[in-house]
């Protein structure tokens, strides 16, 4: 029997294999289509991190004081 940890890990390794098979599959179908489509995908998801930074530094205070 699987400790709580255990599980965790084996789920987390099964996420990922999951996630492997897909982008095999879909990317091979058009790889050059794939690259450019992730490569959008992070793009945009860069531009938001110094937002998510700079909320995160807000803390909880800040937006009690706003309300």
Request: negative net charge; proline residues 4%.
């Amino acid at each position: 029997m699987l400790n709580q940890y255990e599980h965790y890990v084996i789920e987390e390794a099964n996420f990922h294999l999951q996630r492997a098979k897909e982008i095999l599959e879909e990317g091979m179908l058009d790889p050059e289509k794939y690259y450019r489509e992730s490569r959008q995908h992070y793009e945009h998801c860069v531009k938001c991190v110094p937002f998510l930074y700079l909320m995160s530094q807000r803390g909880p205070q800040a937006r009690k004081s706003n309300l």
